[in-house]
């Protein structure tokens, strides 16, 4: 006997959801890496100065301003923050229906439904206190209202997409990447419409609807720019098919399986005349990730910004181009759908518990030190997480100097200051500061046999914990107390060692 859609397709969602929270929840206790320890150490300040610490940051304000409100009800454990991942992630199955039944039909929206439930990107950012389960969640909502917009010819989603437009800005800065593939789109679009002046004018209101609600924050994004790059990042090469393969849809063979099934779809969809509004959906839905991703690849040549967990920016449209080739290829996509979904069923690789070992580190440390005891951190960035992990009370310094507020990194030309930071003129004043009886702190990231340790900014963390460990090392007047982990398992991003001192002359 038949089950009839409107009994099935609720029992299958349903099951979709278990089968999502059970795999986005794995390591939803999992320790912080540094990234996390930043994002908790800028939402633990008040919600008025937000804004004014990420001006040093780099980045935009919104996620943090939702993390801050978040915490302030569930708390700042790694469980409670990374819920308001987990939670962007989950929305993002609904939203995936919604997006998919209503532009290309109901069987579209069930299998982006199930696209979105099991996506290992969002299994493994779901569970991260970080901003991309958010990003990804606002592009597949912005590229769907685009598709509404100017393929349809709905224009009360206008407001939709000017909408999410401006937050995508105001939550990392890959939301330009994503506008830069949006009006390539528009191109497409335009180009085969029969009324060109309409396209522009929802174009120029979709767009400076957007740059109008972005507008107060230009002023911080300019000075960033121009300050606060990323030095940590080498120039991209020519890998970016595989990073997509391998980030974004779960490696080679859920890769294969969805080009082979949607492939499929997409060709007949091509097939259709020019003017189809699938036809063009499909070439938009194309521009966008491709035209985002170059530019943002050509850019980065320059201004090194190319990491694979800011490829949230353009998951929406590669997740819409999917479900609606996987509709059209009929009992194929079926099938290949299938064979994704079951790849994607244990994303062990993106869902690592063990991120960092800081915390085992402050696990080991905590009762030795007490307020006024000196924390230093061998690669800046890590201070917030060293931060989060240490007891109250104590004084903090980087290897680019002391630290006046250990939640945040201040990245304002970061790069010429830790080149001007002598190691001795730096450091030994610090030490000299001491009392007897005080205790020092040294946590060191491991960098022997790594192989990402060769950019500006990672060659000079590398030289610099070296030569700090050197001279505390060499000191008389301190003594060996404690070495810690006392067991390293090992960390999935950056392993740390740290050595206890005494001040004992």
């Not at 006997?1 to 349903?14: D, E, K, T």
């Not at 454990?77 to 229906?97: D, K, N, R, W, Y």
């Amino acid at each position: 006997m038949r089950v009839p859609a409107r009994v099935a397709i609720p029992i299958f969602l349903v099951v979709l959801v278990a089968a999502s929270v059970l795999l986005r929840t794995r390591a939803i206790s999992g320790s912080f890496w540094m990234d996390e320890g930043l994002s908790v150490g800028i939402a633990s300040h008040p919600l008025a100065e937000i804004p004014g610490v990420l001006h040093n940051d780099g980045s935009p304000p919104f996620y943090y301003v939702l993390l801050h409100l978040w915490m302030g009800v569930a708390g700042r454990s790694e469980a409670a923050t990374h819920g308001l991942s987990l939670l962007f992630s989950m929305l993002a199955i609904p939203v995936g229906l919604w997006a998919g039944w209503s532009l290309f039909g109901r069987r579209a929206g069930v299998m982006l439904a199930a696209l979105c439930a099991l996506n290992p990107f969002l299994s493994a950012y779901g569970q991260e206190t970080r901003m991309y389960s958010l990003m990804a969640l606002l592009s597949l909502v912005t590229a769907t209202a685009f598709l509404h917009a100017f393929v349809y010819g709905r224009r009360r989603y206008l407001v939709l997409f000017a909408l999410g437009q401006a937050l995508m800005l105001y939550t990392h800065s890959w939301g330009i990447f994503f506008g830069v593939g949006a009006l390539a789109a528009i191109a497409v679009i335009w180009s085969e419409s029969d009324d060109r002046r309409r396209v522009l004018l929802d174009a120029a209101l979709a767009f400076g609807g957007a740059a109008l609600l972005f507008l107060p924050w230009v002023p911080t994004l300019l000075f960033q720019s121009a300050h606060t790059a990323a030095p940590w990042d080498k120039s991209p090469r020519f890998g970016a098919p595989v990073q997509i393969s391998r980030g974004l849809l779960g490696g080679d063979r859920s890769t294969v399986a969805l080009l082979l099934g949607a492939g499929l779809g997409i060709s007949a969809v091509l097939r259709l005349r020019r003017r189809a509004p699938e036809h063009l959906a499909t070439w938009a839905m194309i521009a966008m990730p491709v035209v985002g991703l170059a530019t943002a690849w050509i850019l980065s040549q320059f201004t090194p910004a190319w990491v694979l967990r800011y490829f949230a920016a353009v998951l929406g449209p590669i997740l819409l181009l999917s479900g609606l080739g996987l509709a059209r290829a009929k009992k194929v996509g079926v099938a290949a759908l299938v064979l994704v979904l079951i790849t994607w069923l244990d994303p062990k690789q993106y869902t690592a518990k063990y991120k960092s070992d800081v915390r085992d580190i402050g696990a080991d440390v905590r009762a030795s030190l007490k307020p006024g005891d000196l924390v230093l951190v061998g690669q800046p960035e890590q201070v917030p997480l060293v931060w989060y992990y240490m007891p109250a009370g104590l004084r903090y310094s980087s290897t680019l100097g002391p630290t006046a507020d250990p939640r945040a990194m201040d990245w304002v030309d970061a790069l010429s200051r830790y080149r001007a930071a002598n190691p001795h003129t730096t450091l030994e004043p610090m030490l000299a500061g001491l009392r007897r009886g005080q205790r020092v702190l040294l946590v060191r990231p491991i960098t022997d046999g790594a192989d990402n340790w060769e950019a500006p900014w990672t060659t000079l963390v590398r030289r610099r914990s070296a030569q700090w460990g050197q001279i505390l090392a060499s000191d008389p007047h301190f003594r060996t107390r404690l070495a810690a982990p006392q067991f390293f398992r090992g960390a999935t991003t950056v392993g740390n060692s740290a050595v206890l001192y005494e001040k004992v002359s």
